[in-house]
């Protein structure tokens, strides 16, 4: 357990990275997905069926073979980058599909009573969206929602494995194989420090939850 | 009432040679329809027989397969922009009431003015607070939905459809989910409104109503239109067997 005091430091700049990876996925994926659940529902056939395949294809994916498409694929593609952007963007990509898989089913679950109403005032489809059927919908969309977070700050591990320098799963890798500390207390620390992210996401969530059942 | 019966100027509504289906259901059958302005019609009919769907076709809700429809002489454009254009003009009053739960009553009111019509906020507001006051649930307006009564939030639904001051309003059984101590209430609240010379196409069961306040009483089975007359004359001699049939039992309630 010594490694966890002595290389606090360390651990501290891991905790960071991950926490880092995990807003910037975690901000992406929310807006990225919710883009992704309203083409769902749009009128617009060549929208609903991006929106389908993009579901299909990245929540029957591994995380890493996302990352691995991303990483090699984009630079061939002439765009280059980090391999930190590159893992953000592979876990908004992965994410956003459970993001909007979950927003869609918070959609759904608003009457279709009020879309028409909407509608039948003069409403465009994406003001009745945004004004009428969305801010109904993340009322029941806050628990699947939270899931998908916590998710996500447990798959930003994969990240790291897959060679983000310095988050939270690296720096346990890090310290086990090339500096030879015993696992069971270096992973204690890196468990330690996605308990620290994802215990509280989950008090934070079930808070919003009430609060959003008390509110009208 | 301006002009009452057809005759010559633009109907407010005209459909000509609809057919709608839904799957093998043929649910329209080549259907022609012209309400003048300011007439009022009441559509009835047994269950199943296509009269919510009648309503809906006027302004989209339900695209058709054939035929032509036209609100005040424009006929209805695909979805999109001119839609929801058209649609602004045409109020409607669902059974279900569907004011936005989020809402306050005095928000479901302002709203569509100040998104579609971009009317300004305190504008919006003074029209919302008359309108809420002339159907008599002005001290509700902070209020949501949930908190008022049947009766009370279709009096709502009715003022929102009026703030946006339509040339015509389609009441889709708007007292079939009231308790029958609510219905008069909103009953009175439509009457008014025709007396004003608003056009209306009322489907309802309410034959008071269609007595009182309707020019016309239309009566569909199947997806036809099989009478087309005025309240006294359908209530006291209907032509049709179905039509026949269906009065009796009704009013041996
Ligand atoms: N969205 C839909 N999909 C498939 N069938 C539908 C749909 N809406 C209505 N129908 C069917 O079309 C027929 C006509 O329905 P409609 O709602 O217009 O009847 P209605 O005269 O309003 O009946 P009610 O008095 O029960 O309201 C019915 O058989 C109904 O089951
Ligand atoms: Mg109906």
Known sequence: ??????????????????????????????????????????????????????VTVFRNTPLAVVLFAVAFGLPELGINGSYFWFGVAGLTLYTAAFVCEAVRSGINSVSAGQAEAARAMGLTFSQSLSLIVLPQAFRTVVPPLGSVIIAMIKNSAIVGAFGVGGDLFAVGVQLTSAQGYAAAGVLTGVLLGYLILTIPAGIVLARLERKLAVAR | MTSDSGGTGT?????????????ELHVLRDIDLEVAPGQVVVVLGPSGSGKSTLCRTI??????????IEVDGKALPAEGKDLAKLR?????????????????????????????????????????LELLERVGIANQRDKYPA?????QQQRAAIARALAMRPKVMLFDEPTSALDPEM????LDVMTGLAKEGMTMLVVTHEMGFARRAANRVIFMSDGEIVEDSTPDDFFSNPTSDRAKDFLGKILTH
């Open chain 2, 59 to 68: 302004n989209r809700l339900e695209p058709v397969d054939n035929g032509v």
């Open chain 2, 11 to 23: 109907p407010m509504i005209r459909m000509a040679g609809v057919d709608k289906h839904f799957g």
């Open chain 2, 88 to 128: 602004a003009d045409v109020g409607m009053v669902f059974q279900s009431f569907n004011l936005f739960a989020h809402k306050t009553i005095l928000e479901n009111v302002t709203l569509a003015p100040i998104k579609v019509r971009r009317t300004g906020k305190a504008d919006a507001e003074k029209r919302a």
């Open chain 1, 1 to 54: 357990m010594g490694v966890i005091v002595e290389q606090f430091p360390l651990y501290v700049q891991g905790f960071l990275q991950t926490v880092r990876i995990c807003i910037l996925a975690a901000v992406g994926s929310l807006i990225l997905g919710t883009i992704l659940a309203a083409f769902r529902v749009s009128p617009v056939p060549p929208l609903r069926a991006v929106g389908a395949a993009w």
């Open chain 2, 183 to 186: 219905v008069n209430e909103v």
């Open chain 2, 147 to 151: 908190q008022l009564s049947g009766g």
